[in-house]
Structure formats: structure tokens, C-alpha cells
Antibody, heavy 118, light 110 residues
Framework: EVQLVQPGTEVKKPGESLKISCRGS????????IGWVRQMPGRGLEWMGI????????RYSPSFQGQVTISVDKSISTAYLQWSNLKASDTAIYYC???????????WGQGTLVTVSS | QSVLTQPPSVSAAPGQKVTISCSGS????????VSWYQQLPGTAPKLLIS???KRPSGIPDRFSASKSGTSATLGITGLQTGDEADYYC???????????FGGGTKLTVL
């Protein structure tokens, strides 16, 4: 069974850094793309970026390029989404999702709620 | 403003049929496969349809989809109260070199 495990919640202050994780199991981690999707409170899904664990090929949406960093540690089947300078507007649920091709997310994690507040 | 345009909401009675549209351009829907996702209240999204019209294992055949030109449509027949959810279309955009989603459509089963 394919599973993507994410931490439930993170609470941070503006200006702080954060790295959230997504651990995959039940499938061949290195041959599936793994991406990140933002959902702000009461809003729709936003495609942020995606990485291919096999060679770390990474693509970002122009809206998120330079705002976040996506990385992967294939030795522990884990992908990461990282911020260096959080803002209140980064408050959202962040889902990781995986798919055999870059264009479809076949399986989704349960999401990490990131709250940024002073 | 989403790259793909969906109606904000649709509604129908139990047992009836509903369709949800998704409009894009030649940069996205016109030249790429479309996927559809279902997000039940308070849960993570789930893949409903891939490659324009393919249902993953476990998705009932009450759900179907099609694509024509730069638009795609999701159809749901035999509506059930458990189908109340937000539905999103998604595809790749070659001008952005990134994935894109529609703004989402809230389905209400009256």
C-alpha cells in the first residue's frame, strides 16, 4: 500500500525557517515524482513544485520559484519542503503527492498544517 | 486567478447526474492529459480520473470524464450525499513548465 506520511502541524513565527517532510513507503520511491501542493484556508489547490528522487530533477511553479526549496533524501525515502523566512501568508495546509509521471498525482499525503503567527 | 477555469459550485438532487467543466488553453488542456481530484470535507485530495478519462482502481464507474479541445468535463451519475465534495481539474502547462489546478467546484447534493 502506497503511503505518504507527513507531520500533522507546525507552528512558527514570522521570519523563522521551516523544513517539513514527506516519507514515502509501499512503492519504488526513486522512480515516482513527488510534489507539493498548497491549500490556504478556505481556498483551492495550488501546485508548488515537484522533484524526481532518482536524479533530483526539480521544477517549480513560477509563483513559488525562489520562495521555497524542494529537496529529497532518497536514502530514507523522504522529500522536503523548506522556507528560510516564513510569513503569515504562508499559513496553509501543505500536501505532498506522488505520481509515476510528472503530470498526475496518484497518491496524496494527509497534509501538514503550517501556522505562522507572532 | 487560476489558469484553469471551473464553476465555483454545482448542485443536483440524489440520484441525478451532474457535470463539472474545466476550461483552459492550448498551453495546458489542449496539449496535455487532464486529471480530476475529489476532496471530501476535511480530508486530503484523492485522484478520481487520470489521463483524461481513466479511473484508478476502486473508483466507481459513476464517475467519468472527457476532453475536447481546450476543455474537459467530469460527470457524476447516480449522485449520493457522500459525493458532496470539492472537485478539481489539473494538468500540465507547457508555457509555465509547471502543473496547474482549476479553482475547484463545490458539489452540493440537495
Amino acid at each position: 500500500e502506497v503511503q505518504l506520511v507527513q507531520p500533522g502541524t507546525e507552528v512558527k513565527k514570522p521570519g523563522e525557517s521551516l523544513k517539513i517532510s514527506c516519507r514515502g513507503s509501499g512503492y519504488s520511491f526513486t522512480v515516482y515524482w513527488i510534489g507539493w501542493v498548497r491549500q490556504m484556508p478556505g481556498r483551492g489547490l495550488e501546485w508548488m513544485g515537484i522533484i524526481y528522487p532518482g536524479d533530483s530533477d526539480t521544477r517549480y511553479s513560477p509563483s513559488f520559484q525562489g520562495q521555497v526549496t524542494i529537496s529529497v533524501d532518497k536514502s530514507i525515502s523522504t522529500a522536503y519542503l523548506q522556507w528560510s523566512n516564513l510569513k503569515a501568508s504562508d499559513t496553509a495546509i501543505y500536501y505532498c503527492a506522488t505520481g509515476y509521471n510528472i503530470k498526475t498525482f496518484d497518491y496524496w499525503g494527509q497534509g501538514t498544517l503550517v501556522t505562522v503567527s507572532s | 486567478q487560476s489558469v484553469l477555469t471551473q464553476p465555483p459550485s454545482v448542485s443536483a438532487a440524489p440520484g441525478q447526474k451532474v457535470t463539472i467543466s474545466c476550461s483552459g488553453s492550448s498551453f495546458n488542456i489542449g496539449n496535455n492529459y487532464v486529471s480530476w481530484y475529489q476532496q471530501l470535507p476535511g480530508t486530503a485530495p484523492k485522484l478520481l480520473i487520470s489521463d483524461n478519462n481513466k479511473r484508478p482502481s476502486g473508483i466507481p464507474d459513476r464517475f467519468s470524464a472527457s476532453k475536447s479541445g481546450t476543455s474537459a468535463t467530469l460527470g457524476i451519475t447516480g449522485l449520493q450525499t457522500g459525493d458532496e465534495a470539492d472537485y478539481y481539474c489539473g494538468t500540465w502547462d507547457t508555457s509555465l513548465s509547471a502543473g496547474v489546478f482549476g479553482g475547484g467546484t463545490k458539489l452540493t447534493v440537495l
